[in-house]
């Protein structure tokens, strides 16, 4: 059977491709390519003369088709506008097709936008949660940051530059003061590395509307400040009631401290206990 590579692509610098992609590039029988304008210019850089066809969100149903018929006879690479193919673009149906049908895929590492900005955020890296872009609509987009808020794993998201002021402040909302690293740009002229706490990061920016991809990343949720379940706080109240001396108010203070919940909330608890 032939094989399906998925050859990562420079997301800015041209010069950001290995030896291995653009010799299988050279190889395969034909490239499908997100946008094949975008794609054009790689491939006159590197003097890749194989045929290249488009292969993207609105025309994947019947292009899907074409490429396996393609595989049939020898082997086809995948590439996506920039970075890795597969990552949040069609390329995972592709995948799928080739595998069902017996074919061999078979990655071609190289750049990815999310990995570059972990890496350099100067967040941990050991844990991290990728989601992608987050959701255009206001309601939907503090309903996934609430989803994520108790989550201790570093959060990586993708943004547009028009959008990115009122994430932020969503952000700041739902998730509260935290360290966030912003990248745009990377591996671009223009290329900028923000780092700081979100507060900070809606002051920069709120400046000026920048330009380019846009990558967050934003730390996790401090498991010492992880704010307690209902069930816990309960409990918690109910250890703190056996103790006797303890006016209502001290505990709920005490206990407001350690908990993430507020003070008014941890009494009135407590009363109806």
């Given at each position: 059977m032939s094989t399906l590579y998925l050859v990562a692509t420079p997301i800015g610098n041209l010069e950001d491709i290995t030896y291995r992609a653009v010799r299988i590039?050279?190889?395969?029988?034909?490239?499908a390519a997100e946008d094949t304008r975008t794609s054009g210019g790689l491939l006159k850089r590197y003097g890749i003369s194989?045929?290249?066809?488009s292969y993207h969100e609105y025309n994947k149903s019947q292009k899907t088709a074409q490429l396996l018929a393609h595989l049939a006879k020898g082997d086809v690479a995948l590439i996506s506008d920039a970075g890795t193919p597969g990552i949040n673009d069609p390329g995972f149906v592709m995948v799928n097709a080739?595998?069902?049908t017996g074919h061999h895929v078979?990655?071609?590492?190289g750049p990815s936008a999310p990995i570059a900005a972990l890496t350099a955020s100067g967040l941990p890296s050991d844990s991290f949660l990728y989601l992608g872009y987050l959701p255009r609509k206001k309601s939907q987009r503090q309903k996934l940051l609430r989803?994520?808020?108790?989550?201790?794993h570093t959060l990586i998201f993708l943004e547009t530059p028009h959008r990115l002021c009122q994430a932020l402040d969503d952000i700041a909302?739902?998730?509260?003061?935290?360290?966030?690293?912003?990248?745009?740009?990377?591996t671009k002229l223009h290329e900028e590395i923000f780092r700081g706490k979100i507060s900070a990061a809606q002051q920069h920016f709120s400046e000026k509307e920048p330009r380019g991809e846009i990558t967050l990343v934003i730390a996790g949720q401090d498991p010492e400040t992880q704010k307690w379940s209902l069930e816990k706080l309960q409990h918690a109240l109910k250890k703190e009631q056996l103790i006797e001396g303890n006016p209502p108010s001290k505990i709920a203070k005490a206990i407001a401290k350690k908990s993430g919940w507020k003070r008014s909330e941890v009494y009135n608890i407590l009363q109806e206990l």
């Open positions: 590039l050279k190889e395969v029988t034909i490239i194989t045929p290249l066809t080739a595998l069902k078979s990655p071609i590492p989803e994520v808020n108790s989550i201790p909302k739902e998730l509260g003061e935290r360290d966030i690293a912003i990248a745009r740009e990377l």
